[in-house]
């Protein structure tokens, strides 16, 4: 492994940013904790993207390893890592790619019971999850905590991102879920769990758009720069569409 990189080699490695990001900015970036829920599609482009855009200290969470079905779309997947670890592999790739990145993996599921203390201390949170009672579990915890919460999904060529915080609608007003409002019972996690059946089709490009866009959502959140998308506002696409990209609101 080279040696870690001192403050002059990381001005040279996002040297293409100067003029998007001002020093203040990128060194808001560069501090700030991001934890990405899932390091599969999703997350595993989201983290990449991140670790190229400066950031250094990042927390992955997940439970799975890699499978030959992951290929065609999980950019951290190859022939030679099928059956290990998605966070063991993702934070060999992301350390290959910025050395000096402090990143914490959690090769478990992400429960009830330790939500808080995976979530404990983020400045944001990344959805990267294909499983819909644990994303309602993050996105509480995101709100009692007050962290913003950048919720990403896909569906065949189709994708969404927005962001979520303590002053906006939450994740289950938003999508009208059985959930909102209610403790997570029995009765209320298998209502969700009914709607969580079904397994989506995925193609290549459309969960690394996604992946990509969160990391962008992060930046702007963390530094200040530009207008996030906020819900209600929910930024979607189908690429199957000439006019692919719309923000609408629910």
């Known amino acids: 492994m080279p040696e870690k990189l ?9 040297d293409r940013q100067t003029g998007i990001l001002d020093k203040k900015e990128q060194l808001k970036l560069k501090d700030s904790q991001i934890t990405i829920i899932g390091c599969g599609g ?12 400066g950031v250094e200290k990042l927390r992955i969470v997940d439970k799975d390893v890699f499978e030959i079905s992951n290929i065609n779309r999980q950019v951290m997947s190859n022939m030679n890592n099928i059956g290990r670890a998605k966070t063991e592999v993702t934070q060999e790739e992301l350390l290959s ?28 949170v990344v959805d990267a999850l294909d499983n819909l009672l644990t994303r309602i579990i993050v996105s509480r915890c995101a709100i009692d905590l ?10 065949g060529t189709m994708g969404q ?14 999508f009208k879920l059985p959930s909102h409002g209610e403790d997570l019972t029995p009765e209320i996690i298998s209502r969700i769990m009914n709607l969580n059946k079904e397994v989506p089709p995925a193609i ?3 969960p ?13 959140i963390i530094t200040g720069k530009g207008t996030p998308v906020m819900a209600p506002r929910v930024l979607m696409f189908d690429l199957l569409k000439e006019e692919a990209f719309s923000v609408v609101r629910f």
Not at 42 to 53: D, N, P
Not at 146 to 155: C, K, N, S
Not at 208 to 220: H, L, P, R, S, Y
């Open 97 to 124: 790619i910025n050395p000096s990145l402090e990143i914490e993996s959690f090769n478990q599921e992400l429960t009830g019971e330790n939500v808080y203390e995976l979530l404990n201390e983020s400045h944001v």
């Open 204 to 206: 290549g490009p459309v």
């Open 6 to 14: 001192d403050n002059i080699d990381y001005w040279e490695f996002i």
């Open 42 to 53: 999703i997350g595993g482009s989201a983290a990449e993207m991140l670790v190229r855009m």
């Open 161 to 174: 991102v927005t962001g979520f915080t303590i002053n906006t609608p939450s994740y289950e007003e938003l």
């Open 208 to 220: 690394n758009i996604v992946g990509c866009i969160q990391a962008f959502e992060a930046v702007k």
């Open 146 to 155: 007050d962290i913003p919460f950048i919720h990403g999904a896909i569906h």
